[in-house]
Antibody, heavy 125, light 107 residues
Framework: EVQLVESGGGLVQPGGSLRLACAASGFTFSRYWMTWVRQAPGKGLEWVAN????????NYVDSVKGRFTISRDIAQNSLYLQMSSLRADDTAVFYC??????????????????WGKGTTVTVSS | DTQMTQSPSSLSASVGDRVTITCRAS??????LNWYQQRPGKAPKLLIYAASSLQFGVPSRFSGSGSGTDFTLTISSLQPEDFATYYCQQSDSTLWTFGQGTKVEIK
């Protein structure tokens, strides 16, 4: 069974750090881009970061650049999100998701076909 | 960055109704548009990718269309399990954005 399981969420003070992990199983982890998406309480989905198959390309939403770092460990079949300088507006459920890619007319397209259940991060004093 | 705007933000409909949700991109994204369904307290679920391709296992009452800047998600006959929030997401580049969501409620 294809599965993603997030962990590492919790309560952290403003300015603090936290490392989220996502354990992948049931598929060949190294063949897929991966991504983090978050959802603040009562709000919509926000894409946070993505990483390519070998970890050589990483992209971030502007609001987390310089504070969050996405990484992956192929041997451990795991995705990570290192978060620092956390702010109250980072409070959210964080989901990891598998990215499928396709090619159409020479251009790549991406979609998120498998999601974890999420881990909750609360930034508060 | 490409901004995505969904309309309406919410709608009320009855079982059996045909429902259409619109998503507009701030610039052309070709057909690189995906749709997701999220039920309360659950993770999002992929419905449609590349504007019109139905994800495996998703009922055929769901369909997507559009290209460039204007896209639609249609539910041909609303079922009780379809009451949820729907999000579009652009993947024209490697910097992705979601629409703000459309909540489909029971009339």
């Amino acid at each position: 069974e294809v599965q993603l399981v997030e962990s590492g969420g919790g309560l952290v003070q403003p300015g603090g750090s936290l490392r989220l992990a996502c354990a992948a199983s049931g598929f060949t982890f190294s063949r897929y881009w991966m991504t983090w998406v978050r959802q603040a309480p009562g709000k919509g989905l926000e894409w946070v970061a993505n990483i390519n198959k070998d970890g050589s390309e990483k992209n971030y939403v502007d609001s987390v650049k310089g504070r969050f770092t996405i990484s992956r460990d192929i041997a451990q079949n795991s995705l990570y999100l290192q978060m620092s300088s956390l702010r109250a507006d980072d409070t959210a459920v964080f989901y990891c998701a598998r990215v499928r890619t396709g090619i159409r007319g020479g251009d790549y397209y991406y979609y998120l076909d498998v999601w974890g259940k999420g881990t909750t991060v609360t930034v508060s004093s | 960055d490409t901004q995505m705007t969904q309309s309406p933000s919410s709608l009320s409909a009855s079982v059996g109704d045909r429902v259409t949700i619109t998503c507009r991109a701030s610039q052309s994204i070709s057909s690189y548009l995906n749709w997701y369904q999220q039920r309360p307290g659950k993770a999002p679920k992929l419905l449609i990718y590349a504007a019109s391709s139905l994800q495996f296992g998703v009922p055929s009452r769901f369909s997507g269309s559009g290209s460039g800047t204007d896209f639609t998600l249609t539910i041909s006959s609303l079922q009780p399990e379809d009451f949820a929030t729907y999000y579009c997401q652009q993947s024209d580049s490697t910097l992705w954005t979601f629409g703000q969501g459309t909540k489909v409620e029971i009339k």
